[in-house]
């Protein structure tokens, strides 16, 4: 009876973590937090050079068909930036409601003036500062870089 008790304790708790973890937005939100991801998110660095941009930018795919003119890579793990989209609510760029922000480490990436693509060259800029991302779906993901 007792061993009934703790396997179905664990399974609760089981489904519970399943839950929480696996609840997954729409198709659309899902494709466009795959896309911040691949352009946005670095946690295994804590800030970039010059080299960092041209290589991170180049296998990131944004350097063709044109030279993305400017790009931020965040480096923090995915909770700490994931943790941003429960902070309030604030105006996005755009004028919708779904922006949050935070503090994280950064290396902004600016394409320089005479760079053209697929051979793109960018000046790196490492620093802590606030960002802010819109986030969709429930639980909420990031989904875009406003700012």
């Known amino acids: ?11 609760l708790l089981l489904l519970t973590l399943l839950g929480q973890g696996l609840v997954h937005p729409s198709y659309g939100q899902d494709r466009m937090y ?5 352009q946005h ?13 041209n290589l991170m930018m180049r296998r990131r795919q944004m ?12 480096h923090e793990d995915l909770w700490s930036i994931r943790s ?3 902070t309030a609510n604030i105006q996005c760029k755009d004028g919708q409601k779904n922006c ?5 480490k950064v290396t902004d990436c600016k394409v320089t003036g005479s760079s053209r693509a697929p051979n793109c060259r960018y000046r790196a800029r490492a620093s802590t500062r606030r960002v802010v991302i819109a986030c969709g779906g429930n639980p909420g993901l990031p989904v875009h870089f406003d700012q």
Do not use: W
């Open 41 to 53: 998110v670095d946690p295994d660095v804590t800030g970039g050079n010059n080299n960092y941009c």
């Open 1 to 11: 009876m007792a061993l009934q008790r703790t396997h179905a304790l664990l399974l």
């Open 84 to 86: 941003i989209c429960r």
């Open 63 to 74: 350097t063709s068909p044109q030279c993305k003119p400017f790009n931020t890579f965040i």
């Open 100 to 104: 949050h922000e935070g503090v994280v």
């Open 34 to 38: 795959q896309r911040f991801l691949r």
